[in-house]
């Protein structure tokens, strides 16, 4: 299972900054300029929330504990030589905006030590998705069809962590909710 996990976060990597070099430079994206803490005790927290939150019906995640959980969990499960050193998260009512650092060395000479993504998150039936709509690294920056791939093997990953239960993913500026039916 972990190095299924694994290969998901190399293939996807590699897809972005393979399709990132044969783009034209753009602006990047624009991501909301809001400090993002990620810590231990966030993930924790997070962790904490998530059970009980979802034992009751609903959560409600900030952007520093969705991060530091969504940190934490990768780093758990990808284990010796994991690409991706954090994820930062922001949330607005309309868009998920994630920034992936990297470990030095796995995207080329140039691109720098990040990828950033935008898109959406939700619930079909039991099963959180993902929609990523945007893909940036050094500048240069994808869309459209060219994420589908990715889209596929990040769903693919979440699939086997349904829910139990259908919902509603909601986004406001700053947080993440979650919703059991």
């Known amino acids: 299972m972990n190095f299924h996990k694994k290969l998901i976060a190399w293939a996807a990597i590699t897809v972005v900054a393979f399709s990132l070099s044969a783009c034209a430079m753009g602006s990047g994206l624009t991501i909301p300029e809001r400090e993002v803490p990620i810590s231990l005790d966030s993930a924790l927290e997070a962790q904490d929330m998530g059970m009980m939150g979802l034992l009751m019906g609903s ?18 499960n990808a284990g010796e030589g994991n690409p991706i050193e954090s994820v930062t998260a922001w949330f607005e009512p309309e868009q998920m ?7 030095d060395g796995v995207l080329p000479e140039g ?8 898109g959406t998150i939700d ?5 959180i998705v993902v929609n990523l709509t945007q893909a940036a690294a050094a500048g240069y920056v994808v869309s459209g069809d ?35 039916e």
């Open 146 to 180: 060219v994420l589908g791939p990715i889209n596929e093997q990040i769903n693919m990953a979440l699939a086997d962590f349904p829910l139990g239960l259908g919902g509603t993913v909601a986004m406001d500026t700053g947080t993440l909710s979650i919703t059991l």
């Open 111 to 118: 691109y720098g030590n990040s990828v950033e993504v935008a």
């Open 59 to 76: 959560v409600e995640w900030t952007e520093g504990q969705f991060s530091s959980l969504l940190t934490e969990l990768i780093a758990q």
């Open 123 to 127: 619930l079909e039936g039991e099963i």
């Open 97 to 103: 905006y994630l920034r992936i650092a990297l470990a």
